[in-house]
């Protein structure tokens, strides 16, 4: 019940086409869905995140799909970029409770060709 | 400046070694965290102090020990670690600790066991 499933594990687009990666979850507790990026060598860093109240959530070329009935979520890229070429990883957690724990997807490598 | 720097960048140690990682935050967070991560994997939380008392354990080995001398500072105390114990260690800080703060990671260390 605390899992988050994520696909696809690996994503080969054409630059300027549009990346989505899929999420889903159990755990109807979850109230915090945030998107990490992580290039290789560094740390992840927080893309987007949504809360349930709200379906969908954009900030520039990035945007978050909720389905709250479905429990699922996922992230769209459009206009994809090779400089988006990054590892990406959902996470869910408790919101307010459960002291920060996120519980992360198994992550998704996107490539972006030239 | 939403940085945590963590210190050293690499770290080669023997199994009946005795070393210490370290990660500073100047964002005046109340929370901080370590998580491990293996190569293609999600981090995986391992503690969690909230102004400055340990608050989550995720029953990590006790060759494992962490220590926050103050709000900015926190440590990994690492003895008779096995190889398998190789990974990237993460750190991270949020302002107070609840799920739906921003969890900013530093760039990690990268641990190897011989």
């Known amino acids: 019940q605390q899992q988050v499933k994520q696909s696809p594990q690996s994503l080969i687009v054409q630059k300027g086409g549009i990346s989505i990666i899929n999420c889903a979850y159990e755990?109807?507790?979850?109230?915090?869905f945030p998107w990490y990026q992580q290039f290789p060598g560094k740390g992840p860093a927080l893309l987007i995140a949504?809360?349930?109240?709200?379906s969908e959530k954009k900030e520039g070329r990035f945007t978050i799909s909720f389905n709250k009935s479905a429990k699922q979520f996922s992230l769209h890229i459009m206009d994809s970029q090779p400089g988006d070429s990054a590892t990406y990883f959902c996470a869910a957690s408790h919101g307010y409770n459960q002291g920060g724990k996120l519980i992360f997807g198994q992550g998704t490598e996107l490539s972006v060709k030239p | 400046d939403t940085e945590v720097t963590q210190t050293p960048k690499h770290l080669v140690m023997g199994m009946t070694n005795k070393k210490s990682l370290k990660c500073e935050q100047h964002m005046g967070h109340r929370a901080m965290y370590w998580y491990k991560q293996k190569a293609k994997k999600p981090p995986e939380l391992m503690f969690v102090y909230s102004y400055e008392k340990l608050s989550i354990n995720e029953s990590v080995p006790s060759r494992f020990s962490p220590e926050c001398p103050n709000s900015s500072l926190l440590n990994l105390h690492l003895h008779a670690l096995q190889p398998e114990d190789s990974a990237l260690y993460l750190c991270a800080s949020s302002q107070t600790g609840v799920g739906t703060d921003t969890q900013y990671f530093g760039p990690g260390t990268r641990l190897t066991v011989l």
């Open positions: 949504i809360r349930p109240d709200v």
């Open positions: 755990n109807t507790a979850f109230d915090y």
